[in-house]
């Protein structure tokens, strides 16, 4: 008898902790709709934030890492897709039921519009390297992001956030970059609150930055004679501030330069991943007009290669405007002499694969930390 009793306490006391508790807190309003967002829940993927968000773009890079950092907060994620194989790692990043997979075709407009009609936040993080025979670099950075936008603007959306490149000019060299700020303007004359993020060369596990230099063992081409100055920034830091920027109002009609603590050159980067990975990679400098050449022939391949375009951009030291960086948003960027040995240490051979690092003779790098995460 006593032991029933003491059961139906402890049942009654379990039952009261599964009670939420509301605060005002969990009431947002949206300022532009005035859309209630409740949160519901103790918090995390088996809660809800109360947000419905599309994520163009999602199969790319940084895609999945933004959708993982959504939806480990509980929000229902909209994934749009093109090729279902493309997607289905994305389905395991939510509880049951809030990554929702929907097939679109940038040129199939209802497609665009059944993925936005039920969101309050829309990312934008459509973009490729390089010109396809399906695709040219003005369809996708200028004529699908002001789809995107006017769709938006046409269902109330509530933010739109929109990813172009850091040196995005309209007078720029680079064709990716002139219509990288043609989609810009366009989108702001469309959502004139929409939200511009401007990330530096990304890197992290399944980068071509990195990756790309590290995988040429035996010789690696220079361009600029490796002079060319880049802000490398780590794809977590660049998904963890455009995750902020859902729930920061202060963040609407603002543009973001996004890169990392510090300047490296070309040759002081290759120089770090001999380092790292203790390879011994050769390098020859090569002329402008040969390795554009040697890129345009290597296009006809069936597989991705260097573009003609991407040497354009890497005769262009990265440079910023004085828009918001990561400081605006309270965030520190990780250093790549930190994380970098986490991303570079595939690259080595068995006979050095746990080997300490070593020292560096270099004025920038002094000590490197080894993690084995």
Request: a neutral charge; hydrophobic letters at 40%.
């Amino acid at each position: 008898m006593i032991t029933g009793i003491n059961l139906a306490k402890q049942s009654k006391q379990a039952a009261t902790g599964l009670v939420q508790k509301r605060f005002a807190h969990d009431l947002v309003i949206s300022p532009k709709t005035g859309r209630s967002i409740i949160r519901q829940g103790a918090g995390g993927r088996s809660s809800s934030n109360g947000h419905v968000v599309t994520v163009f773009g999602c199969t790319g890079f940084l895609g999945r890492y933004l959708v993982n950092r959504i939806a480990r907060d509980g929000a229902h994620v909209i994934v749009p897709y093109r090729d279902e194989d493309d997607m289905r790692h994305l389905k395991v990043m939510g509880d049951l039921g809030k990554i929702i997979p929907m097939e679109i075709h940038l040129r199939n407009k209802d497609s665009l519009e059944a993925a936005i009609r039920h969101s309050d936040t829309v990312y934008n993080l459509i973009g490729r390297d390089y010109e396809t025979k399906n695709f040219s670099f003005s369809e996708v950075n200028v004529e699908a992001a002001g789809i995107l936008a006017e769709l938006s603007q046409k269902h109330d959306v509530d933010r739109f956030i929109q990813v172009s490149a850091i040196n995005a000019l309209l007078d720029s060299p680079s064709r990716y970059l002139s219509t990288k700020a043609e989609g810009e303007e366009l989108v702001r004359s469309i959502f004139p609150s929409a939200t511009i993020v401007r990330p530096s060369f990304m890197y992290g596990q399944e980068d071509r930055f990195l990756a790309r230099l590290a995988m040429s063992r035996g010789l690696s081409i220079r361009i600029n004679g490796g002079n060319t100055k880049v802000r490398p920034v780590n794809v977590s830091d660049v998904a963890a501030a455009m995750f902020q920027m859902l729930d920061d109002s202060s963040t609407a009609g603002q543009t973001y330069e996004l890169v990392g603590d510090q300047v490296y050159t070309y040759s002081e980067l290759l120089e770090f991943i001999k380092e790292m990975t203790n390879l011994d990679i050769g390098d020859v400098n090569v002329p402008k007009p040969i390795a554009s050449l040697m890129a345009k022939v290597m296009n006809v391949l069936p597989w991705q290669t260097l573009g003609a375009d991407e040497i354009e951009r890497m005769m262009l030291d990265d440079k910023l405007t004085g828009a918001k960086t990561f400081a605006d948003l309270g965030i520190t960027p990780s250093s790549l002499e930190v994380t970098g040995i986490q991303y570079l240490r595939r690259f080595r051979t068995n006979l050095y694969n746990d080997e300490p690092l070593k020292k560096s003779t270099g004025s920038k790098k002094k000590v490197f930390h080894t993690s084995y995460l």
